[in-house]
Every structure is written in structure tokens, then in C-alpha cells.
């Protein structure tokens, strides 16, 4: 088994489609194979050897696609590395994963260590050269499903980023898997805005359009008025977004023509209540949310194939379980919250280097997400929020998300965010963050007045502070350690 063996398929069965398209470069799924394959015998040209780390620090640029496939080929492991991250950012992880080769561009090549900083790296290769650098033309090595076949660094929001490590059957059961649950085929077209080194740019979407045979339309970055431009321009039929560029589009007065599209599908974050209604009212389709972590490749669970239902993520894909557990792991009954575990093909293999978290994170084979929710009667799952930032006011627990979706009741928030801080009476306190839809206006009594209409007193914010902007990591979650910081 080897994830390239997704592009020989497509490659075979597709050879004359549209497999990648980049601004005025294109590629049909023949001329791709073949690029990715010569470059592959180039890299194996290098010395560079199976097992090895080959870290990517690139843009959303074509060479990131070809990279990636050619070191599947030759059996290195791609090593995604944050383009945004600065250079002791990169130190830290250079240093954990230990890569023998990193290929990086001009525009963020600025951002890496010093070579002195990077002692394992032989070879620091430019996007720019790759198309010089080949050899004779690889087929992709038959691997073994439980070697490694990426490393991704989870994005750090609390803590030291980890080395998520996954495995040729993670990533192959998961591109299938999104496959057949967004009933794709080779007639869809996505458009690809989100990084390529977080995973919902690498097999949300990249992996799983190569599957299916589909055109993957990439970006650069996200710039909203290109991203609708493109939607109909190239007729895309998956609109691939997380949760604050839904919240834009909602916001945005320009005509939107996404008649092409078929299919609204989030990921990344949580998607408000709120701003699923008011896209349902506006373009006559529900968001269909996926669920799921770096750690689980990331699909776990999809509202829906067969039966949406609103503010749910849904129900566990194929060959995947989950089920919610108390503090102790018991299983708790549908209605009550608990932590979300998942067990299935998707579960990464560990992380990189690091056992202790690795036996942390996985118990008894079910991996533990760290997400509150709970399950309804049906097996539809809900998520309230996340373990660490659940605010424990005078020990009553108070979850940042049922605030925040109060707070999105009101027509003039564009964005809320709502985190605990030190008081020193009751442990902690609930503050809000809250970005004004532009021209409008609120004031933080009116917004605490809307909240103790609808929720216990003990969970209304105390303080309401407005920003321009909430605090984002390049996939649009907000950063609430952040906001933290800011008391």
C-alpha cells in the first residue's frame, strides 16, 4: 500500500482530466503521474532513503502536490511544515522530527533556521528547482499499511506542537472514505484555499479529489473576493471552508454566484448554529459539517449522507466508532457530556518521538479528542467544546460555546469569542470577545442583557471587550490562549 498509488489509480483511470489547476498552470492526471514520478527518482538521486523525513515548508503552490506524491513514490515521509511559523517556531520541530531534506520558496524561505540550527538537513532544496531535479521514473514502492506515511505538527494551541505520525492505511481508509461520503466523483471540481500543511488542505481535500479523480483548483491563499470569483469561473462543485469564512461570506453585500455548487462542506472548528441557519436561508443548502482531528487523518464523523440534521456532526464514517466517556472512560448514557473517543483505521499510529503522549492519547485503541460532546438517541453526535477551555466558574461548568452562540443571536456580531479568566473570588470568570458586523453596533449591556434572557447568570459574561479582528491560525481557528493573554 502507498497514498501515491491514489494518483497512479487516477492516473490510469483518469489520465486525460483535469487533475490540478494553478493559476495558468494545469495538469491532466497523465502529465501529473509523471512529473510527481520523475521527480521522485530524483530525490532518490539525492540519497535521500525510505523512512526518511522530507520536510515541506511550502505555500499553496503546485510543487507542494508534486513533492508530497514523489516522496510517497520513493517511500520518504513528507513532513508539513507552517509556512507562517517563524524560525524558532521551525527550530523547535526541525529538531523533533529530524528531516534529511526540507524543500522550501522564496517567499517564505526567509522564515527558516539558520542550516547551524538544523543539523540533520543535508539537502535544502528550492521549489523553483524541482523542475531540474529528476531521475529515472519511480512507480510508487509497495509499503507495508502501518509504515509511516506523513507527519503533521498539530497547530499548537495549547502547549508544544506534537508530531502527529500517519500511515498509508490512515490516509488511503480516510481518502475513501471521504470519498464515498461526499459521493464524489471525477466530475467534481474543488477549490483549495486552505493550506496544504494542515490536513484538511492534504486529505480533506487534496487526497481525496486525487482519489475520486476530481480537479483540484489551489489557491495561493484565501482572498474572498478571488475565492468567489474562481467558485464560478471554474465551475467548482465542493466549497471547502471552516467556520470564519462562512461567517465572511454571510457578511459580504457582492453578488454570490455559487450556483455550480453542489455541496457546502466545514471542517477545522465549530460551526455556529446561527451561521448554519443563515446559510441555509440564504442559499438554500445546509452546511455539511465533517468532525475529526489531525490525529484521526482527520475524518471521523459526517452530517450527513443520508439525513442532516442541523448543528450536528453527525455519525461516524465507515469502519469508524465513537462513543462518549466519563473522567474514569466508562461509557456514558446518550444526552449526558463526556469526552469524545474515536477508534477505526483512521487513528494515527502516535506521535513522533514521544510515547508517553502517545499512551496519553490512545487507551485501549480508542484515542481520546479531547472535545466535550454528547450523542443523541439516534447516534448523532454534538459538540459542546473543548476539555481545556471549558471555564469552571465557582465549580460550575461553563462551556464557551453555549455562550458564543447566544451571543451570535444578535444581528450585529460578525464573530464572539468567550474564554474564562482568574478571578479571584471565583476561581474564574466568562469574558467575551466580540468582532461588530461592519457599520453595525452593540453595546457590551446589550449583548450581556441578550445573554441573561437566555442562560444562567453564572455564565453571562462579566466583560465584553470589541476587537477589529479575533486572533487566527492559517486554517481560521480562533486562537483563544491568545485572547487569554489578555485578561
Not at 4 to 9: G, K, P, S, T, V
Not at 231 to 252: D, E, G, N, Q
Not at 398 to 406: K, M, N, T
Request: some cysteine; proline content about 5%.
Amino acid at each position: 500500500m502507498n497514498v501515491a498509488q491514489l494518483l497512479e489509480r487516477s492516473a490510469l483511470y483518469h489520465a486525460d482530466r483535469t487533475a490540478l489547476m494553478a493559476g495558468d498552470r494545469r495538469w491532466t492526471y497523465r502529465e501529473l503521474d509523471a512529473a510527481v514520478s520523475a521527480l521522485a527518482g530524483g530525490l532518490a538521486g539525492l540519497g535521500l532513503k525510505p523512512g526518511e523525513r522530507l520536510g515541506l515548508h511550502l505555500p499553496n503552490w503546485p510543487e507542494f502536490v508534486l513533492a508530497y506524491y514523489a516522496a510517497q513514490k520513493c517511500g520518504l515521509v513528507p513532513l508539513s511544515l507552517n509556512v507562517t511559523y517563524k524560525a524558532d517556531e521551525i527550530a523547535y520541530i526541525v529538531d523533533d522530527a529530524r528531516p534529511t531534506a526540507v524543500i522550501t520558496a522564496d517567499p517564505v524561505s526567509g522564515n527558516l533556521p539558520a542550516r547551524d540550527r538544523m543539523p540533520s538537513v543535508g539537502h535544502v532544496l528550492n521549489a523553483k528547482d524541482l523542475g531540474a531535479l529528476t531521475g529515472a521514473p519511480r512507480r510508487a514502492l509497495d509499503l507495508d499499511r502501518e509504515q509511516t506515511a506523513a507527519i503533521l505538527y498539530t497547530s499548537a494551541t495549547t502547549g508544544r506542537p506534537k508530531g502527529v505520525m500517519l500511515t498509508h492505511g490512515n490516509v488511503v481508509s480516510n481518502a475513501y472514505a471521504t470519498v464515498h461520503h461526499l459521493a464524489m466523483t471525477a466530475d467534481d471540481r474543488g477549490l483549495c484555499a486552505l493550506p496544504m500543511f494542515h490536513c484538511f488542505g492534504q486529505n480533506a481535500i487534496m487526497n481525496s479529489l486525487v482519489t475520486a479523480g476530481g480537479t483540484m483548483v489551489m489557491h495561493e491563499r484565501f482572498v474572498p473576493d478571488a475565492f468567489v470569483e474562481a467558485i464560478a469561473a471554474h465551475r467548482i462543485t465542493i466549497f471547502y471552508a471552516v467556520p470564519t469564512m462562512y461567517i465572511l461570506f454571510l457578511a459580504m453585500e457582492r453578488p454570490l454566484d455559487f450556483a455550480s455548487v453542489r455541496l457546502y462542506f466545514s471542517a477545522a472548528a465549530i460551526l455556529p448554529t446561527d451561521v448554519e441557519r443563515r446559510w441555509h436561508e440564504r442559499f438554500g443548502h445546509w452546511i455539511q459539517q465533517g468532525y475529526g482531528l489531525t490525529e484521526t487523518s482527520p475524518f471521523a464523523s459526517y452530517n450527513h449522507d443520508v439525513a442532516f440534521r442541523p448543528g450536528s456532526v453527525g455519525t461516524p464514517i465507515e469502519n469508524v466508532e465513537m462513543k462518549i466517556v466519563g473522567a474514569g472512560g466508562a461509557e456514558l448514557p446518550d444526552g449526558e457530556r463526556g469526552e469524545i473517543v474515536i477508534k477505526g483505521p483512521n487513528v494515527m499510529k502516535g506521535y513522533f518521538g514521544n510515547d508517553a503522549a502517545t499512551a496519553e492519547a490512545i487507551r485501549d485503541g480508542w484515542f481520546y479528542s479531547g472535545d466535550i460532546g454528547y450523542r443523541d438517541a439516534d447516534g448523532y453526535f454534538f459538540i459542546v467544546d473543548r476539555v481545556k477551555d471549558m471555564i469552571n466558574v465557582s465549580g460550575f461548568k461553563v462551556f464557551p460555546r453555549e455562550v458564543e452562540e447566544v451571543l451570535f443571536r444578535h444581528a450585529a456580531v460578525k464573530e464572539a469569542a468567550v474564554v474564562g479568566v482568574p478571578d479571584a473570588v471565583r476561581g474564574e470568570t466568562v469574558k467575551a470577545f466580540v468582532v461588530l458586523a461592519e457599520g453595525a453596533r452593540a453595546s457590551a449591556e446589550e449583548l450581556q442583557a441578550l445573554c441573561r434572557a437566555a442562560i444562567a447568570d453564572y455564565k453571562v459574561p462579566g466583560r465584553i471587550e470589541f476587537l477589529t479582528a479575533l486572533p487566527k491560525n492559517p486554517t481560521g481557528k480562533i486562537l483563544k490562549k491568545d485572547l487569554r493573554t489578555r485578561g
